[in-house]
């Protein structure tokens, strides 16, 4: 064959290939001799020496039965052949035969007839050892009845990955007959299941010739179209004696229950994970809206694609108690939202919105009744009765809302609100265990919810009688332009008695206080007020400031254990002068216009309340454009940093910028005021003027 010319074509188009040496034939060492009518042997193939133990040599041209046969059988042999070649018939069957080297054998024989284009006629013998072919077959024989009988699923496939075997057991999980996967790919008889990765896994396999063992796939099948399963994958390459690569086999084991109990302990550590970070990160601050927020924001993406918190309005304004739950509409405040990803769900929840929801909402019936609400499969005329209106109900719809869940928030056995979650993206509906985990933050969020509303309750009043004890806006003073700011505490536990008070006096003097009751709370705050008022009343009986301080600290010995510190300062504009008087308060600063600001050096004396104290009064000048700042202590102490170093960064502060009074207040704020800081600030600054002209007396 010249090279131009194409190959012998086998089956399907393919040229012939020739099979390396180790196949089933050669492992059996197949026998072929042929005898011509009178029984002499004429042809004798190669692997006839191993079968019968004579070589070509001794056996050609020399009568078979002579070569091969005991006397015994000679006879049998005779009619046998005689009958092959008259009739025409085959023999089969085994037969013993005289070895080579002395012994007798059992060789397994297929005899018939030949003829040729002369009409001779010749008999054939094919001939394999018979216990070589008894242990094939034996073996062929368990391989066959295991895979047909085992109990997992077995397939072979071809380098094309299309099916060549299936045993029963494949049948049953694939839910097609063994005819229907011959010949076909896995995309064909699984299209549901993850065949990409499946092939993929297939080619790599035949490629190296690496097993890959115990591959989770999980999915559906015909078998069981409507409920998920899982499987245990195993691939083999398959390979002949000789090395040839066969095919790839697969072994399948359903492994549902094994994944089932897997997915519900994955479940359980994510639901304990879930009420873990719970636990740190929700109820962190005594803010009602930042505790609600902080529940959404565990509650996705583990829980629910879009969680919300709604408290009712009512309870808010503590207006309502569980003896009073009505059945009608309720007002619902949107406190949190939160969602895994964007989408219009969220966009049309509004925090801080008030909504009216009818009795017929599903988070009204979850308010009323104090239960877990739960719609596994929403549909749009179930979305018409989560949402608070049609808009809302199409925003959710087109979000893909698909589950709803609404538990209550219970606290001390009232009914604060709900905590509603939405499943769009997750594909799973809401079922017992989630309304577990829900009813489970959501208890543990409303007692901080509840402790908040509370805190700011109290705290809302605490400020409210704090400011209405402070001073208004002073009324225009002689020689003085003064600016105030007071700064309540984060917590309601820590409002406490700051206090200032401008104070005009006769001879267009101004008495400036600041002041500190020690303590928190209401009780503080009402003490101030006391202190206030008699500060007030001593001003005007027109007494020293050492003689204001000493009727102060008499007062205070008598308030129930309470102290405070405190400045009385009197400033005559007509001389320029301050008398100023210290109660164990913190020093104040002289700002001299043109010139960098000092601490004034006073007595500190001791706070009133403690009682047999002497109080010492300084006068300083204090010259138009010269200011003086008081403060209380919440202006400078912090928890890490020694009030000398604090002292300094003020000192500095008031030098690196003169600006208006007011701003001057904002800027000390911003500059030494952390956000987190838990004590209440007052702060007073006055700024000498010159006198106007119809108002100035004789010089002194």
């Known amino acids: ?44 193939s190669p692997q006839a020496d191993k079968v019968l133990g004579h070589t070509a040599e001794e056996a050609l041209g020399r009568y078979a039965a002579d070569v091969l046969v005991h006397p015994m059988h000679r006879d049998l042999v005779v009619k046998l052949f005689a009958e092959i070649l008259s009739t025409g018939a085959s023999w089969a069957g085994a037969f013993p035969i005289r070895h080579g080297d002395g012994t007798t054998r059992l060789v397994e024989f297929r005899n018939m007839r030949l003829l040729d284009d002369l009409g001779d006629v010749y ?95 999980v999915g559906r099948t015909p078998a069981d179209p ?32 094994r994944h089932r109990v897997a997915t519900e302990a994955d479940r359980a550590r994510r639901r304990l994970a879930v009420i873990a970070d719970a636990s740190a990160r929700v109820g962190t601050t005594l803010e009602v809206e930042t505790t609600a927020q902080e529940l959404v924001e565990v509650a996705v993406p583990d829980l629910a694609d879009v969680a919300a918190v709604d408290v009712l309005d009512a309870v808010l304004a503590f207006r309502r108690t569980s003896a009073s739950v009505d059945r009608g509409p309720e007002m619902f405040r949107a406190l949190a939202v939160a969602s895994a990803y964007p989408t219009p769900a969220t966009a049309s929840l509004k925090v801080g919105d008030l909504a009216a929801y009818s009795a017929d909402r599903l988070i009204t019936q979850c308010v009323h009744t104090g ?84 805190h700011q309750s109290v705290r809302n009043v605490s400020e409210t009688l704090q400011r209405s004890l402070l001073p208004g806006r002073p009324p225009e003073l002689t020689g003085l332009d003064v600016a105030s700011f007071y700064q309540p505490a984060q917590a309601s536990h820590e409002v406490g ?20 009751v020690m303590g928190n709370g209401i009780d503080a705050a009402a003490t101030m007020g006391r202190l206030r008022t008699a500060t007030c009343a001593f001003a005007d009986l027109d007494l020293p400031p050492e003689h204001v301080l000493q009727h102060l600290d008499r007062i205070t010995d008598g308030l129930e254990h309470y102290i405070a510190t405190c400045i009385y300062a009197v400033y005559d504009p007509h001389r320029h002068r301050c008398h100023i008087a210290n109660a164990g308060h913190l020093p104040p600063v002289l700002a001299p216009a043109g010139r960098r600001p000092r601490l004034l050096d006073l007595p500190s004396g001791a706070p009133l309340g403690v009682g047999g104290i002497s109080f010492h009064t300084t006068d300083f000048e204090l010259n138009p454009g010269d200011r003086l700042v008081l403060y209380t202590d919440g202006l400078v102490e912090t928890r890490h940093h020694a ?28 500059a030494l005021r952390h956000p987190d800081d838990h004590d209440d600030v007052a702060l007073l600054i006055a700024q000498a003027t010159t006198v106007p002209a119809d108002r100035r007396g004789p010089t002194p």
């Open 643 to 670: 009030i000398d170093e604090r002292l300094d960064t003020l000192l500095r502060t008031l030098d690196e910028s003169r600006l208006p009074l007011d701003d001057t207040c904002q800027w000390l704020l911003q």
């Open 226 to 257: 409507d409920h998920d399963h899982a499987w245990s994958v195993s691939y083999f390459r398959l390979e002949g004696s000789g090395g040839r690569v066969i095919g790839v086999a697969t072994t399948v084991v359903d492994v549902s229950e």
């Open 1 to 44: 064959m010249s090279a131009h010319e194409s190959p012998p074509q086998g089956e399907h188009g393919q040229g012939a290939v020739p099979s390396p040496p180790g196949g089933l034939l050669d492992l059996l060492s197949v026998a072929a001799i042929v005898l011509d009518d009178r029984g002499k042997i004429v042809f004798w």
């Open 123 to 217: 008999a054939l013998g094919i001939a394999a050892d018979q216990s070589m072919l008894r242990r094939v077959e034996t073996d062929l024989a368990l391989s066959e009845r295991l895979v047909s009988q085992a109990a997992i699923g077995i397939a072979l496939l071809d380098a094309d990955l299309r099916y060549l075997l299936v045993n029963p057991a494949l049948e049953r999980i694939n839910g097609k007959s063994a005819a229907d996967h011959i010949g076909r790919r896995p995309v064909d008889i699984v299209p549901s299941l993850d065949v990409d990765t499946i092939e993929s896994a297939l080619r790599q396999v035949l490629l190296t010739g690496t097993p890959l063992i115990d591959q989770y796939t």
């Open 371 to 454: 239960q877990p609400v739960v719609v596994a499969h929403a549909d749009n005329s179930d979305l018409q009765h989560i949402a608070p209106d049609a808009d809302v109900a199409t925003a959710f719809a087109r979000a893909g809302v698909h589950s709803y869940l609404a538990v209550p928030l219970i606290a001390h056995n009232e009914v604060l609100g709900a905590f509603d979650l939405l499943r769009a993206r997750n594909p799973l509906p809401f079922d017992d265990d989630d309304v577990i985990l829900a009813v489970e933050l959501a208890a543990r969020a409303a007692v901080s919810i509840d402790n908040a509303r509370w």
């Open 497 to 516: 008695g700051d206090w200032y008070d401008v104070i005009p006096l006769t001879d267009d003097r101004t008495a400036l206080v600041i002041g500190d």
